[in-house]
Every structure is written in structure tokens, then in C-alpha cells.
């Protein structure tokens, strides 16, 4: 049997592609994470997403726990791209999910006609 003996170029090749391939590994994972992070708001105040673009209905099954209906609930507005779901009341299984921008910086208390 005959032993191969590996240049040290080689060596510190393969360990670059190594440390690439974990790299992008690593950097896919987290990219992909993002997306279970960003918070969805739940609310009843309808004037919290009047400018915001409806995505379409939510609900849960009678038989998700009380516990976990809001959790519920914001999970399938988040996979819809919404960051807001409007429900009738507390307790409700089931509401509209809204996707709405980032609030304006400038504030003040009169409201600035669109055109």
C-alpha cells in the first residue's frame, strides 16, 4: 500500500474550501432566521392599520389551545409578509393580517394629505 503525502498548499486549500462551505452554511441559516424574528403586532384598534395593505385572513382551529391562538395567529400573518393582525375581540381565532410600513419620524399632530 502507498502512501500519499499531501503538498501544504493542498492542505490549506482544502481547508479554505472547508471553512467557505461553513461559512455559506452558516450565513443561509441565519438569513433564513430572519424571517421567525420580526415581531407581528395583534391588536383590536382598527386606526392602527388604516393606511396598511389587508394580506388577506387568518384563523386558527377550534382546537389550538386559548394559550397559543395569538402565537398561532401571528405566525400565519408573519408567513403571509404581515407585521399586523386586527381580530373583533380578545380571544378571537380568527382576523385580518395587514403588512404596514415603518411609522413616519416627523409625527406631529395634523395628518398630511396624499396625492
Known amino acids: 500500500m502507498e ?8 492542505v490549506i486549500m482544502k481547508r479554505i474550501v472547508w471553512v467557505l462551505a461553513v461559512s455559506a452554511l452558516v450565513a443561509v441559516t441565519f438569513g ?3 424571517n421567525a424574528v420580526r415581531q407581528v403586532g395583534v391588536t383590536k384598534d382598527a386606526s392602527l392599520v388604516a393606511g396598511c395593505e389587508d ?3 387568518v384563523s386558527v382551529s377550534a382546537s389550538t389551545r386559548n394559550e397559543d391562538v395569538v402565537l398561532d395567529l401571528s405566525a400565519k400573518a408573519r ?6 393582525v386586527l381580530v373583533s ?3 378571537a381565532r380568527e382576523g ?3 403588512r404596514c410600513g ?3 419620524s416627523t409625527g406631529g399632530s395634523g395628518g398630511s394629505a396624499q396625492r
Open 32 to 34: 433564513c432566521s430572519l
Open 55 to 57: 394580506v388577506g385572513g
Open 79 to 84: 408567513a403571509k409578509g404581515a407585521n399586523y
Open 89 to 91: 375581540a380578545d380571544g
Open 96 to 98: 385580518s393580517a395587514y
Open 3 to 10: 502512501t500519499v503525502a499531501l503538498d501544504h498548499t493542498e
Open 102 to 104: 415603518m411609522p413616519s
